[in-house]
Each structure stands twice: as C-alpha cells, then as structure tokens.
C-alpha cells in the first residue's frame, strides 16, 4: 500500500471513529429521554395509565426503545469498519 492510500484510510478510521462517538452520545441522549418517559408513566395512577396519555407514553417509550436497539446496531456496524480500517493499515 502507498502512502497516499494509507492516508485515506487513516482519515477514515478517524472519520469512522468519530461517528461512533457521536452515535454513543446519542444513543445515551435517547436511553435519558426514554427513562424519564418511563418513570412519567410509572408515576401516573393506574387510571390513566390505560386512558389515552398512557398510551401515548407507551408508545414513545416503545420508539424511544426501538432507537436505542438501532443505535446499538449501528454502534456494532461501526466497531467493525473500525477494525476493518486497522486491519488495512496493517
């Protein structure tokens, strides 16, 4: 590999590096907003927690949840370009 090569990919895995930070920030950013939701709906009476609100709450802890498990994956994506690109420049 030339140097040239070896450049970009280094400016990659920093690039790609980069983005796993920023998706582990987010990742966290959404795990907060949905543990805040969840405790709303833990605290609500039992009456409306079945009633139209409650189900509203439901929902966005679910998509709250379905984001999270997507940030993971994308997380895992990335570890993996990451080791990819090393294993590139070696």
């Given at each position: 590999?030339?140097?040239?090569?070896?450049?970009?990919?280094?400016?990659?895995?920093?690039?790609v590096?980069e983005?796993?930070?920023?998706?582990?920030?987010l990742r966290?950013?959404?795990e907060?907003?949905?543990d805040?939701e969840?405790?709303?709906?833990?605290?609500?009476?039992e009456?409306?927690?079945?009633s139209e609100?409650?189900?509203?709450?439901?929902?966005?802890?679910?998509?709250?949840?379905?984001?999270?498990?997507?940030?993971d994956?994308?997380e895992?994506?990335?570890?993996?370009?990451?080791t990819?690109?090393?294993e590139?420049m070696?």
């Amino acid at each position: 590999m030339n140097d040239q090569r070896r450049k970009a990919i280094s400016l990659l895995l920093d690039k790609v590096t980069e983005m796993r930070t920023t998706v582990e920030d987010l990742r966290s950013e959404i795990e907060t907003i949905k543990d805040e939701e969840q405790e709303y709906f833990d605290n609500m009476p039992e009456g409306l927690q079945g009633s139209e609100k409650g189900d509203k709450a439901g929902s966005t802890i679910d998509s709250l949840d379905t984001a999270v498990q997507a940030m993971d994956a994308i997380e895992t994506e990335l570890e993996g370009a990451e080791t990819a690109l090393d294993e590139a420049m070696s």
